[in-house]
């Protein structure tokens, strides 16, 4: 395979490497976009391996006979037609219970099996564990300001899109007013962002303390829960909204193929100051080279881009 260059985090102390195929498109229309694995699509016994969907799935109308996991390989045989994802349907992400099912995956999602899973899962308890008994003082005077400067829960319950497909119930300290999503429709055409994502720096639907807990990151605290739960990790990919995965390409699927997480490269990498596109190139190079190392490296520059509050609003 021909091998173009390696990627470079910017951020100094954190090298994650990605090699990339010449001339690969992602179905996004850019070239050279990093993908999950050193895959040869030239050899004719190192295609992309085809899952045969089950008998449950082959009777749905939006699902493929057959799919490809393109973070795997193996020696199945490619044929010359082309095979490709569908786009989920309009109705694909409505919060049927099935889809909160710990072990729930959609076989439009690849997932990637972590080499070190069960480090990771021990790390994040005990790492998340310590982390809630440090900042319990903080989020004791979080939930305070919450309930007495605004009316509504001190706790947002909002669905979120984890690994596979799955849904579940990500937590946050309420920042914003009881009708901030009534109110988002209006809004969209301010939205800054590229992409499926809805951002506003000066966000109308902010209350002034959620501003601060903006700021200082501290609305995502509850979801050390989340990683406690085992829904989230420390480190991973961020969990989008229904919504929201519901326009991605197959290609800005894949980063969904792990746990979430409260951290990534994209957190430390300037967060909302840089685009979609950007932001889903980081998460599959945080996938493609996921070890314990790079996560506590990780970890360690999160609080000081949190400190700087480099590109959160």
């Not at 050279?32 to 085809?50: E, T």
């Not at 099912?101 to 959609?106: E, I």
């Not at 308890?125 to 003082?137: M, Y």
């Not at 849904?167 to 800054?192: G, T, W």
Request: glycine share 4%; with cysteine; charged share 20%.
């Amino acid at each position: 395979m021909e091998i173009e260059s390696s990627f470079e985090d910017m951020r100094e102390g954190i090298v994650l490497v990605a090699t990339v195929p010449k001339n690969l498109s992602h179905g996004s229309g850019k070239q050279n976009m990093y993908p999950l694995r050193k895959i040869d699509f030239n050899a004719k016994n190192r295609a992309a391996k085809i899952a045969v969907l089950d008998k449950e799935a082959e009777t749905m109308n939006t699902l493929p006979q057959t799919t490809i996991n393109p973070l795997n390989t193996s020696n199945t045989t490619l044929d010359s037609k082309v095979v490709s994802f569908p786009a989920p349907t309009q109705n694909s992400f409505i919060c049927e219970e099935d889809r909160f099912r710990t072990d729930f995956l959609d076989p439009l999602f690849p997932t990637v099996t972590v080499s070190y899973a069960t480090t990771k899962r021990i790390f994040d308890i005990l790492a998340s564990s310590f982390i809630l008994l440090l900042a319990s003082p903080f989020m004791l005077a979080a939930a305070l300001l919450v309930r007495l400067t605004s009316k509504g829960p001190i706790l947002f319950h909002q669905v979120r899109v984890g690994r596979g497909g799955r849904l579940f119930y990500c937590l946050k300290f309420r920042s914003m007013f009881q009708d901030a999503e009534a109110r988002k429709e209006e809004l969209m055409h301010l939205n800054e962002m590229n992409g499926p994502v809805f951002k506003i720096k000066n966000d109308p639907r902010i209350t002034l303390v959620g501003r601060l807990l903006r700021k200082l990151s501290i609305d995502e605290l509850p979801q050390l829960f989340n990683v406690l739960k085992g829904d989230m990790s420390l480190v991973g990919p961020r969990p989008p909204l229904p919504v929201e995965v519901e326009q991605y390409t197959p290609y800005q699927r894949q980063r969904l193929s792990v746990l979430p997480g409260i951290t990534c490269i994209w957190q430390i990498s300037g967060r909302n100051n840089i685009s979609f596109e950007r932001w889903v190139e980081l998460d599959l190079v945080y996938i493609e080279t996921m070890s314990l190392g790079t996560d506590l490296k990780i970890l360690l520059q999160t609080l000081p881009a949190v400190m700087r509050a480099d590109g959160a609003h």
